[in-house]
């Protein structure tokens, strides 16, 4: 089986990290955000700008920002997720698939070095640089969180569960990483 995985806020908390980084760029202090608060994909409109110039602005200023791209912490269970993965004898590969932020050439570099940081065992060679994540049809199986990728992908798909991704369809729903296992476990038997 082949195993697409995306790194934003499947494998990370991005959206926790792009709070703080938020608040300490606007000067404001915003609200630390639950996953349950989470009812649109554009964080900056949820945090209540709705401006187009300044939400622009401000996600230049935090994904343009390297210590952001390497603060990020792992989603609870990833780290352990994806090892178990790694070693497991039926997967015949594991990718890594994500969107680096556009206009940055570094982010690429970034997102890389966050993966050997967290995951040292995973090859940093099967990792793959694209928005069109629809067009990997090779991929059995893709674990995502974001709508447009859920509910565009040819095969079955693992929604990482977030209020912005609820009318989503998709193959299996996982609210966590115990719930991905189990759920992988059983195909992959
Ligand atoms: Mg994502």
Redesign the pocket.
Known sequence: MVILV?????LNK?WETFVEHASHHCKRHFPFLKADDLDVYNLAETLGIKDPDEQRDLFRAVFTNPNFWLDIPPLDGAVEGMRWLTNHPKVKQLIIV?HPWDGYDECDALKRQWVRRHMPFFDTADMCFTRHKHLLSGGDILI???PA?LCTFPNDTIR?SYPYNYECDSTYTAQNWEDVIRILDRRLR
């Open positions: 995306d790194q934003d806020n499947t991005m994500t995502d969180d974001a990728n990482i």
